[in-house]
């Protein structure tokens, strides 16, 4: 019905069996002996067909069978000749015509129609695009055709559910008399809306707020299902009542849509399980992602244009050109978009102009989560926080416009670790480019793989967990931090191991690298950390021997596990806990390792990331990592009605207190602000010291012979440059 290859093969099939060929006339030809026939009717007081003023001639008879034949078998043979809805613009019924959005809808049912899978859509749509009319029309369509249907359509209350049948009853009241099945009944309250006994079908009208489950007791298999982030329970009312009776065949037809409303709710956790597991073959719905510029005919339309014209001199800001940018790599991604606006596809600029408008307009008004939740150029930005991030969508949008293309995307293997996070050999991207990791110890060698598996790019990545994401390979004379921040690997809160390159005066911190897991505990992670440890383990030109990176683990939850399995093999160089208030940090009288994250430590940590990321001092370049900004929430205890900074419920913040714990055990004893002019100029101080210093070898190390300076300057040179590795 929906596939172009399925309907003709069904076309050949039925023009087999009857030895009646099948013919598409033209619409004016449609239209002509439309009105013909219905000149034939006769009528009761009802308006009901009775019969005819005289018997219909045999092209009259051929001509119908023609049309109930053609309109069964094709949807959009139905559609575009038979169907009306409301114009856009005037509210006149006109005839249906598909446009783009709904072009792409039709491509993807089309698709699992081939794949002979049930035709069932997670719709993450825009607003006004037209999903819910071509939704409604093709429920319609499936009364009309298709015998033995059980549908039922709902919305989040009784009066938008009814409103998405009058959708419905506006086109039947337009159908010709010989297209209604014999006995339809159309009701206008209750629960059944319409109902053919002859033919074994109904469509039911159902909502969110409904104390009982939507098809509780029946077992339908069509549905529309619309505005379901604002059903009261959807596990209860959706999931244990609708699917709970679900047995899908390839004649199950099904859409869920709505738009993104907040994040953690259940359409949120829904879309990410689908996005993640759909390519696996794990999941019984397709996601499918609509954004606005799909209906370009709407942003803007031209009386939009007309009050408010592209100015003779507008030239798109940033963001609106980042916007642009995301939007055209994401239809270029897409294979439904790709063939409907084709390779070299452009966002016009006067959908530019329309953006930024708003965007400002939403800006002035507060209101900006609420504008990217429904205009936006990805799923990921469309999930916006309903609380208030201590983070500004104008912060996020600046950290997420800089992410750079991975440098490269892994799957580990090597000893101890499971051979579920091994590469998937279709994923596989070139076995020549793998890297070899070594750890040399008394105890043991170990070597670990990395392979390069595909990137198809950030939008097309269904899950970023169980993968080593590399931003930065290694490079001397860099100093790196691997830190861990562990969960218990099963599959809550996430393991997260982030390299972090330290800040300098000319570059600020980087996250250059991250491996996150939902499946690996403290205990499991250590083959990576130990890997990651040995991998930036990088030359140092100025001390003359590989400087190895800090190892800074969250003891306070599983990760002191990990800290003793890394040190077993032979690593050494792990951050030292110091007292902050104490004058004395004396390395050597330090004997706790590892980051604990406790209630006077917890602040501290959660003041360096609001500094850090509020002024721009590390490169940030997971998106995964900066979306968890939007998540990082003030929350007030119901109990206590104390403040706490966290991630919003049934969020994570795994991936930034990663970084957190990075940045703070890299920097906690430096004066960190790497753009301020006296930072910079007193570093500079020290690095014109350094032209007159001369170099000699030790057994043990490299430093800097500066006995001709005076005490002060050797001191400070002393404490920039150390001539021994903390932890060594």
Partial sequence: MYSRAVTQLQIEKAQTATGIELR???????????????????????????????????????FIHNERTLCGLDYLHWAENYHYVRHAETLAMVPFRQNRYQQVLTLAQGELEEQRK????????????????????????????????????????PEKSWKLSEMIGRSLVKQPWWLIPPNLKEYQSGEVFLDCFERNSYVSIQHGTQGTGIARGDTVNCFHLSELPDYDNPDLIVDASLFGAWHPTPLHFGVLESTAKGRKNWWHKRWLDNKENWPKGLSLERPLFLPYFVSLEIYPTEGWLAAIPIPDNFIPSDYTREHARRAEEYVASDPFLLRVFGPDWKLPLATQWWYQFSYDYALRKDKLGDFLSEYCSTDTEAFQSLSKSVFSIQLIQSYESKVPQPAGVFRVTGPDLPKSIAADQSN????????????????EDLTWTLTPVKFPGYSSINSHLDTLWIWEYPQDNAEYCVALDASEGIGRDRTVVPVIRKGTVDRPAGQVACFSSDQLGGLEIWPICLMLLNYYSTWNTFRRQLAQPLFAPETKADASSCLLEVRKRGYNRIYLRRDRSKRDQDSTKIAKLGWETTPSTRPLLIQWLLTVLKGHYIELNSPWTIDEMRDFVVVESETTNKIKIEHDKGAHDDELFGVGIGVVTLHDLDVYR????QWRAAQQQLEDLLKFATYKDSSSHTRFDAGHLDP????????MYPTKIPGA
């Fill in 428 to 443: 596989i991207l070139d076995t020549d480019k793998r890297i070899t990791v070594k750890h040399t110890a008394s105890s």
């Fill in 24 to 62: 598409r006339y033209p619409y004016d030809y449609i239209c002509t002996c439309v009105d013909h026939l219905d000149n034939l009717a006769i009528r009761d007081d009802k308006n009901r067909v009775t019969g005819t003023a005289r018997p219909l001639a045999p092209d009259e008879q051929a």
């Fill in 674 to 677: 790497g753009e301020t002019p």
């Fill in 712 to 719: 002060a300057t050797e001191k400070a040179l002393g404490a």
């Fill in 118 to 157: 049930p035709i069932v859509i997670q719709l993450l749509k825009a607003r006004q695009g037209g999903g819910t009319t071509d939704t409604t029309s093709k429920i319609q369509h499936r009364m009309l055709f298709v015998p033995n249907t059980a549908a039922v359509i709902a919305s989040s209350d």
